[in-house]
């Protein structure tokens, strides 16, 4: 692959807004598995390497377990993921996959029932927030570090 645009390098101020977002989401109270579950899957779904690498580390750093990380991309066929943590996986594709058919009122009800208002926007936060950094790193080329 070849080298691309340094969003970083040549736009700093627009980089700089991408982490105040992100600085936001760090200072509420999401729950540190719900953060990486949502940053996994909406990578995975992005085909978003660099960030695929950068979260599954993370996640396994907070004690995610592995075969956990593994099965996420199968999450409606196991019983390892809590109803929570499949309804904010489900919300997470539709709002990753919006373009195809908008976010479900199934999907966002689900969610809405489980977290209050409160938690239910910063994890529409979160999913947007992951959802920008992957077409950043998908744009620009950015290859995972060995």
Not at 15 to 23: D, P, R, S, V
Request: with cysteine.
């Amino acid at each position: 692959m070849g080298t691309r645009i340094n969003i970083l390098e040549t736009e700093p101020q627009a980089y700089k807004a991408m982490a105040g977002l992100e600085a936001y989401i760090n200072s509420t109270p999401l729950n540190k598995s719900h953060k990486e579950l949502i940053k996994i899957r909406a990578s995975q779904i992005n085909g978003c390497a660099y960030c695929i690498n950068m979260h599954t580390q993370d996640a396994l750093k907070q004690g995610e377990t592995v075969q956990r990380i593994f099965l996420l991309n199968a999450w409606k066929e196991t019983d390892l993921f809590t109803e929570e943590e499949k309804a904010i996986l489900a919300l997470t594709e539709e709002v990753t996959l919006i373009h195809q058919h908008g976010v479900s009122n199934s999907a966002y009800e689900a969610a809405a029932q489980l977290f209050d208002k409160n938690y239910l926007a910063q994890l529409v936060m979160m999913m947007v927030a992951i959802n920008g950094w992957n077409r950043i790193q998908v744009t620009c080329q950015v290859q995972p570090a060995s």
